[in-house]
């Protein structure tokens, strides 16, 4: 079936009148769903094909979205949240999901006059978005995060990550370990990490988290430049904020994408780290405790080692996960961010310093 087929197919589906002269294109680089942008000459709107080896429920997944959709939501119509809100659009047959040439799909409203990006370009940028993504926590501050379905259970569970890295690396199915050891051995170095995440989550309260708070998951308005909408709710469960904390340090931080090459430029970036604190934290005064944001600190270190371990694991595991533009890039993902992290680890003591200032 050909793109066009497809567009008009899911623009009769979700009720466009014009969907006969529908079109779709693909946009953002997600590395799980696949996600177009389908316009008619009235209508546009975001179509998702959602990944079932991922999520193995799409019905919890959609669920749990609409949910925090409709506290946000709540909560806009009282003016106590300033940002636009994904919304999903039901199908004619009255479902959120529509199933289409052994796919399942979802549509969503565009939230026009936006864009969205990969790098951050400076201070102000990272403030409006952590900004962004701490009005979030905030307004979920008082919603029951037991309500979410754990999508992906151990999501953000270092020692199971810990697990099913060592598990690929014995099996070796691949016959990749042999020239990636450097990498796999700085990996084992690095497990004292689980102890010290841990011990710090037993003192920490339970949130409702983004758990995927990477900057190409806000949509920035074209004429502001303001932060407009987080996006992606996909991973919305509980958790502890150092993981939205942390994910926002490794991907506003570094001047470059999370799978360039350019090594001896992956750093963090000290002007943006403090600018996104501070723009995080803003709106959580009064909510956030003292060892919550103590454990940002930790949240910094792990989530970035994190990502580099699961595009490791990935890689030693024939690339079964994460989508890949070739052979060699789940492995280039993971020098990438072991860089970062080992920048994170040089800049102890700086990092540190412009955290607790605040
Ligand atoms: P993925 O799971 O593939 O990461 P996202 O939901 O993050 O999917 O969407 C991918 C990209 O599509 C985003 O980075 C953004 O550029 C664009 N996008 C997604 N939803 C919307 C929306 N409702 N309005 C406008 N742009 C959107
Ligand atoms: C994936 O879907 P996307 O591209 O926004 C992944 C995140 C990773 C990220 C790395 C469900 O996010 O956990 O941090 O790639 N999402 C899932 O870029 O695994
Ligand atoms: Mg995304």
């Not at 370009?121 to 990272?126: I, K, Y």
């Not at 008082?142 to 690396?169: E, T, W």
């Not at 988290?209 to 074209?222: A, S, V």
Request: hydrophobic content about 40%; proline content about 2%.
């Amino acid at each position: 079936m050909n793109s066009t087929q497809t567009a008009i197919i899911l623009a009769k589906q979700f009720g466009l009148s014009d969907a006969l002269q529908a079109s779709i294109s693909p946009i953002g680089n997600g590395h799980i769903n696949s996600t177009l942008l389908l316009k008619t000459p009235k209508h546009a709107l975001v179509l998702q094909q959602l990944n079932n080896q991922v999520f193995p429920s799409l019905t919890s997944l959609v669920k749990n979205a609409r949910l925090i959709e409709q506290h946000l939501s709540a909560k806009k119509a009282i003016g106590n949240y300033n940002l636009n809100i994904i919304r999903h659009i039901i199908s004619c047959d009255e479902n959120y999901l529509v199933e289409h040439n052994g796919g399942t799909w979802r549509a969503l409203g565009l939230i026009e006059h936006t864009y969205s990006e990969d790098v951050v370009n400076n201070a102000e940028q990272a403030y409006t978005a952590a900004n962004a993504f701490g009005q979030f926590a905030a307004a979920l501050a008082d919603f029951d995060a037991q309500q979410l379905h754990a999508v992906i259970p151990d999501f953000h569970n270092l020692a199971m990550r810990a697990q099913q890295f060592k598990n690929v690396v014995n099996s070796n199915a691949f016959n990749r370990v042999a020239q990636c050891q450097a990498e796999i051995d700085f990996c084992f170095e690095q497990f004292n990490l689980i102890t010290e995440l841990e011990a710090i989550e037993a003192s920490l309260p339970v949130r409702v988290c983004h758990n995927d708070t990477k900057i190409n998951n806000m949509l920035f308005c074209n004429h502001t430049d303001n932060a407009s909408a987080v996006i992606d709710l996909d991973t919305c469960m509980s958790g502890y904020w150092l993981y939205d904390f942390g994910d926002m340090v490794r991907t506003f931080c570094s001047p470059e994408q999370e799978d360039s090459l350019n090594l001896t430029k992956v750093k963090i970036r000290e002007d943006i780290f403090l600018a996104l604190a501070k723009g995080y934290l803003a709106p959580l005064k009064g909510i956030i405790t003292p060892q919550e944001k103590h454990s940002f600190w930790v949240g910094t270190k792990v989530m970035t080692f994190m990502i580099g371990l699961r595009f490791l694991t990935d890689y030693l595991d024939g690339d079964s996960y994460f989508s890949v533009k070739h052979k060699q890039h789940n492995l280039q993902r993971a020098q990438n961010q072991f860089a970062l992290y080992r920048d994170i680890l040089a800049k102890q003591n700086t990092l540190q310093a412009l955290l607790s200032q605040l």
